[in-house]
């Protein structure tokens, strides 16, 4: 599996937009990106997902680069909720295995 | 909420002793997951069904089993327990079979494992 690299942490204030960074320099093109994030004591949660083109949710938006190497998952508007451990995970369409393969994520304090 | 539950929420056992979890998937879904996350090893896959049948293995130990029901509830058997199985054990589930990477994937809030 296509491997990803984030930063082992990241601080930000509350209200100020995040850009939390992933690179995937290996990445195929049937890979899809997804983004997962865990709040303290929870389990893991969906974040966003896509494949070439940025998507926005109700969470978060994601930005994929031209040649798909890295990505940015933005939160618009931090809040204290926010703070979590976000996980940028590859995911091969078509490919043996569905499972999630999770690395440390990044740690992301937000300050009031 | 995830939709996704797990029971019970705390264990705490002995060594040597035998557990089994078990994780109702979201109305719909097929695919269930069961992940662990230690300390050291951070969330690992363990184990996937689908409808039923066994579709993908991890790094699970041959004293761990799993099976899901036709009710799509599964169970995760723990047995021979060691203290270094102590650890938050997640149950996830997806509405795909797994195999196409785009379907987002619905995590339980975890049963925690205390062995002693």
Known sequence: DAKTTQPNSMESNEE????????????????????????????????????????????????I???????TLILHRATL??????????????GSQGNLIFGKGTKLSVKP | DSGVTQTPKHLITATGQRVTLRCSPRSGDLSVYWYQQSLDQ??????????GEERAKGNILERFSAQQFPDLHSELNLSSLELGDSALYFCASSSGTGLEGIYEQYFGPGTRLTVT
Request: aromatic share 12%; glycine share 6%; proline share 5%.
């Open chain 1, 81 to 94: 909720r926010d703070a979590a451990v976000y996980y940028c995970i590859l995911q091969n369409y078509g």
């Open chain 1, 65 to 71: 680069a031209e040649d798909r190497k890295s990505s």
């Open chain 2, 42 to 51: 951070g969330l690992q896959f363990l184990i996937q069904y689908y409808n």
């Open chain 1, 16 to 63: 100020e937009p995040v850009h939390l960074p992933c690179n995937h320099s290996t990445i195929s093109g049937t890979d899809y990106i997804h983004w997962y994030r865990q709040l303290p004591s929870q389990g893991p949660e969906y974040v966003i997902h896509g494949l070439t083109s940025n998507v926005n949710n109700r969470m978060a938006s994601l930005a």
